[in-house]
């Protein structure tokens, strides 16, 4: 498991350049039995047209790169606190 855990933080990394530069970022919050769960970070939290299509995107490149990926779902950050 850790090996598929280093590969989905490397695709991760691969694509995070994009992310920053609208502003930004998706975290790896975790993996369980097919299912990627990402922390969205920034503008990411707030808008969700933007974040439909950026978790959409990411989906995209993590199942390309992942086969055995089924879905990816975001992890809200706890009430009250910043998204950083």
């Given at each position: ?9 490397e695709?991760?990394d ?52 992942v ?18």
């Open positions: 498991m850790i090996e598929w855990v280093e590969k989905i933080i695709v991760l691969e694509i995070r350049p994009d992310l920053i530069a609208e502003g930004g970022d998706v975290r790896l919050a975790g993996l369980e039995e097919g299912v990627v769960y990402v922390r969205m970070v920034g503008p990411f939290t707030a808008w969700c047209q933007t974040k439909r299509r950026v978790l959409r995107d990411v989906e995209r490149v993590l199942k390309a790169r086969p055995w990926i089924e879905r990816i779902e975001a992890v809200c950050p706890p009430p009250g606190s910043q998204a950083q």
